[in-house]
């Protein structure tokens, strides 16, 4: 019996002040899938993954979460989904500690690992304690990629995750993203890396059409 | 960890706590503001008692008012800069939940502190002792007012450079009843008049500011998220 | 999709081509409405027993006063529509209504200034009604202030449209609160025109005035929105079309075609 995918995107579009940023954008998405959406930069990558999060509300088109949409199933959605953005949302004056024990907190869906593991798996192990101004912005990076090992939310929502992060993060985080697929969960990232992983499809984005009419 | 509608706004009224505790310095400077601009008043106006008692109300209320609004701008600011506003933006919590922790917060370490110092204010103003105590409670439900109403102003400029200059221009308006009110409040005791009704009306004004004000910061959160 | 955005694109040229033509009986009948009121007030009308000439200037500045207070709930109002149906064509009546009712609300001032001099000795006086004026003006400033500094316009009209609604509420609350500091304040030698015992001779012209400021608001505001229609829409074809063929028009009378 066919089962609605996890997240189906339909005819998708934004626009902004009369700009066309994005186009009829279709997507399906299952659980184990992973989505890499390429495209040049300023072709909406950052404003597709954000209208996937809610942030932003299309000018046309449908999310669907399991065959609702997501309006109509706001908290469901909002529970089972990740977003890390180009920001890493690290507050400067809070330690590592904190930073991480806020963002599990406010995250429905967490799994047993401590936050002390965590940071020791992400090579944050002996910083946990001073304050994340006198880290670097890699450091910050790994901060927020803590937060992958500890959620259980289906969806993750990732942009450009791979900045700022050497071959070793890259590797861990690829890691990471096949023990998320394998688990069942599903992946939609931007990112121009060639990622090795299984299930992969590539989405492509090309320049925004210009003005309407 | 439970995802009740009543945890968005402990946990975000928590987390600004903490904030405002690690920028201790920074924090306090409405305060300090407050008190060092009441030493303006008798070398612009006059040192006699007589004269600073009658506008000694006034004044500090005025002065209350205007370290609230330079605190309100950053309300938001850091939660932009760093990427925090983008989650707050899509947490499963109602956004005006923790809109209301988080002003709540910016009261604690705004409001009350002004609150609780102006008796001193008010010793170094000559204020008659008949206001002490309507000061008091004038100024801790009126700086609520103007946090919440501060937070809307907040919202609809936190993605604009140099928000903080027109932050003050969208609010003082609306700052304008919670002043007459409050002024009143004082004013009435000392005159031998009952306090009461004015500070019942701040009391309303306060409630209707909680109930409207996380929405309208919450839709003007939305737009900035969108710009 | 396309059909959305064809909808939308739709509204705001239907209002320009349409408003050509309301302007064209509009603009005579505001024109002589004003005109009239102001003979009758200015001219005809008889003189008041303590004022002598001077009450004359309520003509003015009490239509502009009616008209500055109608004006921001207007502009609030076209917000509110905008945000809830998303119509391009409200967010820029809103944007127009703006400085229209900013500039009355000086009118108001300016000339409630004028009328304070014979009559009560002092240009300015913080009495309830411009005290609540001089807020209303700020009011104005700030919703375009606002609308003003964010680049992208779908943003600047959203915002502006809160902060329209923010400032609805308040105008009632603001207004009594004025009200009554002043009635707290007030100084017993100052009153003011409460009117209603205006004599009908005097009262009339009134009315007429403010029938007609009503007729040059929604003049003004047409012809501001249409102006914003221009801007906005520049890019599109039908309002290069338009451009084209003004260009062409100029072009042909410089070299000396019909």
């Known amino acids: 019996m066919p089962h609605s995918p996890l997240l189906k995107v339909e005819s998708l579009a934004f626009e902004r002040d009369d700009n066309c940023l994005l186009e009829n954008v279709n997507l399906s998405l299952n659980s184990g899938e992973i ?35 997501i309006a109509d199933c706001r908290y469901q959605y909002l529970s089972d989904m990740l977003y890390i953005g180009h920001q890493p949302a690290v507050k400067l004056t809070l330690t590592a500690e904190e930073n991480l024990r806020w963002m599990v907190n406010s995250s429905a869906k967490t799994n047993q690992l401590s936050i002390a593991q965590a940071l020791a798996e992400v090579g944050l192990a002996g910083y ?32 450009e995750p791979f900045t700022a992060i050497d071959k070793q993060g890259v590797s861990f985080l690829e890691a990471r993203l096949q023990e998320h697929l394998n688990r069942g969960g599903a992946v939609v990232l931007s990112s121009h890396q060639d990622l090795g992983l299984n299930n992969l499809r590539k989405y492509s984005l090309s320049a925004p059409t210009g003005q309407t009419q | 960890m439970a995802n009740s509608i009543n945890s968005g706004f402990h946990a975000w009224l928590k ?37 600073l008692a009658e506008v000694a109300a006034g004044m ?41 922790g988080k002003i709540t917060a910016h009261w604690l370490t705004t409001g009350l502190p002004l609150t609780l110092v102006s008796p001193l204010l008010g010793l170094m103003l000559s204020l008659p002792a008949s206001g002490y105590l309507p000061m008091i409670c004038s100024l801790a439900l009126g700086t609520a007012c103007l946090s919440l109403t501060g937070a809307v102003g907040a919202a609809l400029t ?34 031998g008049l009952n306090w009461l009704p004015p500070l019942a009306i701040l009391g309303a004004l306060f409630a209707a500011s909680v109930a409207l004000c996380p929405l309208a910061a919450a839709g003007g959160l939305r737009i900035t998220s969108a710009n | 999709m396309s059909w959305q955005w064809f909808h939308r694109l739709g509204s705001p040229r239907w209002f320009y081509h349409n408003s050509a033509r ?21 001219a005809i009308a008889p003189e008041d027993a303590k004022q002598g000439n001077s009450f004359r200037i309520i003509y003015l500045h009490v239509p502009a006063s009616f008209l500055a207070l109608a004006g921001y709930y207007i502009m609030a109002i076209a917000g509110a529509v905008g945000l809830i149906w998303k119509m391009k064509l409200s967010y820029m009546v809103m944007k127009s209504a703006a400085p229209i009712g900013a500039a009355l609300t000086f009118i108001a001032l300016f000339s409630g200034a004028i009328w304070g001099k014979p009559t009560w000795g002092t240009y300015w006086v913080w009495d309830a009604r411009i005290t609540s004026m001089l807020i209303l003006l700020f009011l104005y400033l700030g919703v375009m202030a606002l609308q003003y ?33 002043f009635t707290l304040h007030q100084p017993a030698t100052i009153k003011f025109t409460s009117a209603p015992s205006m004599h009908p001779d005097m009262f009339q012209p009134l009315l007429v005035m403010i029938v007609g400021f009503y007729l040059f608001y929604a003049v003004a505001l047409i012809l501001h929105t249409r102006s914003e229609i221009l801007r906005r829409e520049r890019k599109t074809s039908w309002v290069r079309e338009l451009l084209n063929e003004k260009n062409q028009d100029v072009a042909d009378k410089k070299v000396g075609k019909s």
């Open chain 1, 35 to 69: 989505v890499q959406i390429e495209g040049a930069n300023g072709s909406g990558k950052t404003t597709l993954l954000r209208l996937l999060t809610s942030a932003l509300e299309p000018s046309a088109g449908k999310i669907l979460y399991n065959g609702s949409q």
């Open chain 1, 128 to 159: 946990s304690d001073i304050p994340c101004y006198t880290l670097s912005a890699g450091q910050h990076r790994r901060v927020a990629l803590a937060r992958l090992l500890i959620s259980e939310a289906a969806l993750w929502y990732l942009d």
């Open chain 2, 15 to 51: 987390r600004d706590l903490l904030l405002a505790y690690r920028r201790r310095g920074e924090a306090a400077s409405p305060l300090v503001f407050f008190v060092m601009v009441s030493t303006l008043i008798p070398l612009g106006l006059t040192p006699e008692s007589a004269r």
């Open chain 2, 60 to 100: 500090i209320w005025v002065m209350a008012l205007l370290a609230t609004l330079l605190s309100v701008d950053g309300l938001f600011a850091s939660d932009y800069q760093d990427g925090s506003l983008e989650q707050l933006l899509i947490t499963p919590q109602l956004l005006p939940m923790p809109l209301l």
């Open chain 2, 158 to 191: 936190v993605s604009l450079r140099k928000g903080g200059l027109l932050l003050s221009l969208l609010v003082m308006p609306l700052y304008m009843p919670v002043i007459i009110f409050g002024t009143a409040t004082v004013t009435y005791a000392i005159d």
């Open chain 3, 22 to 42: 309301w302007l064209a009986w509009l603009c005579p009948i505001a024109a002589a409405v004003v005109l009239g009121g102001l003979v009758w007030g200015l």
């Open chain 3, 149 to 181: 500094a964010y680049h992208s316009i779908d943003a600047a009209s959203k915002a502006g449209a809160i902060l329209g609604l923010v400032g609805t509420v308040n105008i009632p609350i603001i207004y009594k609160s004025v009200d009554w500091w």
